[in-house]
């Protein structure tokens, strides 16, 4: 009995100095870190003890070692904007009176089954959430209140890229205010040169983003790739904004940055900003999504071409580095309405999910033999 005793002390000493020495410090101030508490985080040794109490011996049976791989799913979408434009908000179908009308949890409710069941879901937030009145001289301004973060986190949102041509929209004050209310929320914020970093079950997945233009067609991210592997990411995230607005193919300058971002060491690239859908590259075991589409978008009250896309990301994840993953493309509809919209994207089911993948299929590159799977 002592010698089980002494057994079981040594192995909660040993615990709990592992416990201490662990150091989340991050390599770079521009990381920024969500993960879950070490009490759920930290795997328990394997075996059983005895200790003693009131009511006499007990047995406690602790968990199984932490075992490797883990099936870890991502699900990236495309252009999000929470808010208007100050000329759109004169307007009754204007996304700010959908939002009073219908509720914070309406706007991602036809993709729950798809949001809630993935490990992580990241967007691209293009908008502003703040108070700022100045804005920048420019055709479209978007904002929203910063109570507009409860609408991504009702929608089983968790990381958002900032990296686009909307963030400064008013100004610096705009974007610090809206990283800081989508920090305040709970949301992982990545772009610009911020890193961030979202862990879940032991799975860091690491995630940068940059917007156009680019010099000379190109932008290095081996930097940031090298910050999140030192930081323990075994998935790593490109977010590009890129690309020429409602232009279907995909440009040079697209290709030869996605490429080099893989070769960098991105384990996908995920693109948008041209608000309509674009073909997917295979590239070195992986792929590029040149562009989702719109996702959630406030800014357009009547949109020509209602298309979007959505993709699930699996992947075998090990200890220090995860497989490339496996593609599952999920054709969107940006609204079930024939005429204007309600802001709310659903799932395209039948034949319109069909023409949609078809859609994307035709002008992607090097995807021959590629099957759709199921989510």
């Known amino acids: ?19 201490a020495q662990m150091n989340y410090d991050l390599i770079s101030p521009y990381l920024v870190y969500s993960k879950l508490e070490e009490s759920e985080a930290m795997p328990v040794l394997g075996g059983s003890a005895v200790i003693g109490g009131a009511e006499g011996p007990t047995e406690i049976e602790a968990e199984e070692t932490e075992t490797w791989p883990k099936t870890f799913t991502v699900t990236v979408a495309g252009d999000t904007t929470l808010g208007s ?12 009176n959908v939002a009073a009308e219908k509720g914070y949890g309406w706007f991602f409710s036809g993709l729950e089954a798809l949001f809630a069941t993935d490990d992580l879901t990241l967007i691209n937030f293009e908008g502003t959430l703040t108070e700022e009145t100045q804005k920048k001289e420019k055709t479209f301004n978007f904002k929203g ?23 400064i929209d008013y100004g610096e004050q705009g974007r610090a205010d809206t990283i800081a209310n989508l920090e305040a929320a709970g949301l992982i914020v990545s772009g610009n040169g911020q890193l961030g970093i979202f862990e879940k079950d032991g799975v860091k997945v690491g995630m940068t983003g940059y917007c ?7 932008k290095d991210i081996t930097s940031d790739v090298k910050a999140l592997r030192e930081a323990g990411c075994q998935i790593v995230i490109a977010s590009f904004h890129w690309g020429s607005e409602y232009r279907e193919d995909f440009t040079a300058e697209q290709r030869s940055i996605g490429r080099a971002a893989i070769r960098a060491g991105a384990d996908i690239v995920v693109g ?28 357009n009250v009547d949109p020509d071409d209602r ?19 496996e593609l599952t493309l999920v054709p969107l509809r940006l609204t079930e309405l024939a005429d204007g ?3 709310r994207p659903i799932l395209a089911e039948g034949e319109e999910a069909e023409r949609i993948v078809s859609r994307v299929l035709k002008r992607s590159s090097n995807m021959s033999g590629f099957e759709n799977g199921t989510w």
């Not at 009995?1 to 100095?17: E, G, Q």
């Not at 100050?86 to 204007?94: A, F, N, P, S």
């Not at 209140?145 to 963030?167: C, Q, R």
Request: one cysteine or more; charged letters at 25%; hydrophobic letters at 40%.
């Open 85 to 96: 434009t100050d000329e759109l908000r004169k307007r009754d179908d204007c996304f700010e």
């Open 145 to 167: 209140p910063a109570e507009y973060t409860e609408i991504l986190t009702l929608g089983s949102v968790e990381a958002v890229n900032i990296a686009n041509n909307h963030t």
């Open 1 to 19: 009995m002592k010698r089980v005793v002494c057994m079981f002390l040594l192995l909660m000493m040993t615990a709990a100095s592992a416990a």
């Open 341 to 343: 919209t309600d802001y």
């Open 212 to 218: 156009f233009p680019y010099k000379d067609s190109k």
């Open 307 to 325: 298309d979007a896309l959505a993709a699930r990301l699996t992947f075998t994840v090990y200890e220090d580095h995860a497989e490339a993953p």
């Open 272 to 299: 948008h900003h041209p608000h309509i859908v674009q073909g997917v590259e295979a590239y070195d075991d992986t792929y590029i999504l040149y562009s989702l589409g719109n996702l959630v978008f406030g800014g």
